[in-house]
């Protein structure tokens, strides 16, 4: 079995930069890492992401978004990540369960066992062996965020990015309560640092783990 890193926290805080430099540098030192993301990790996802994130699907109910999250998640763990773990490869994904406890958990207030349960399902049980929760503040977030969707004409602001601050705030605030909860799986890295220095520190957390867990 090859290691599940995931990837988590809010809006700008890096995850994508952070994601890109880990795998580059696994690969370089001959750990074979594929890197993928929810929601949009496979083709089908890629259909679910759109209806996710479309600025224009305000209509969405809470409890549909819930649903297509796990709908995408299956999907991506049958598909792509158990047998790149099977295949022995280190999996980093971006965003996992942990989102939708914090995003529909403590961002939309659905019930949390329903929650649990739908997680249990659509990932067939897997955990992550180790989850990397760049932490910052939100406004720190939101104005990346912003600045990166500016420079880039593809990309227009997201359904989520468009959320209030105080959404953004319950979702930070749940992250750290999952993180006090589960100190030995989830890693926090202080995300107002440079890009580099957060790489450096991430790495040193991922080389450890992987020596420590080395068969
Ligand atoms: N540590 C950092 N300091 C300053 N800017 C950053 C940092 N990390 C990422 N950025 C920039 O902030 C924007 C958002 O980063 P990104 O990796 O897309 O975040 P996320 O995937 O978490 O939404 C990008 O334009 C990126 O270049
Ligand atoms: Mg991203």
Redesign the pocket.
């Known amino acids: 079995m090859g290691f599940f890193i995931t ?1 988590e ?12 430099l880990l795998s580059e540098a696994l690969n370089l030192e001959g750990f074979p890492c594929i890197a993928t993301r929810e929601p949009g990790g496979t083709y089908i996802g890629s259909k679910i992401r759109e209806i996710l994130l479309n600025p224009d699907h305000k209509g969405i109910a809470p409890q549909t978004e819930l649903l297509l999250y796990a709908a995408d998640r299956a999907q991506h763990i049958i598909e792509l990540i158990k047998p790149a773990l099977n295949d022995g490869k280190v999996v980093i994904c ?1 965003r996992f369960t942990d989102a939708t406890v914090a995003y529909q958990g403590f961002g939309r207030r659905l019930d949390s066992s329903l929650i649990n349960r739908l997680n249990e399902i659509a990932s067939q049980g897997l955990l992550p062996d180790l989850t990397i929760l ?1 932490d910052c503040n939100v406004k720190i ?1 939101i104005q ?2 912003m ?2 969707n500016s ?1 880039n004409k593809d990309i227009r602001d997201d359904r989520f990015e468009q959320e209030a601050m105080e959404f953004h705030d319950m979702v930070r605030n749940g992250y750290l309560a999952i993180a006090k909860e589960e100190p030995e799986r989830v890693k926090v890295v202080d ?5 580099q ?2 790489h450096g520190e991430i790495w040193g957390i991922v080389n450890a783990f992987l020596r420590n867990n080395r068969t």
């Open positions: 990837f926290g809010i809006e700008g805080c890096g995850k994508s930069t952070q994601v890109k971006d760049l977030g990346r965020a600045e990166r420079k995300a107002t640092k440079d890009i220095s957060m």
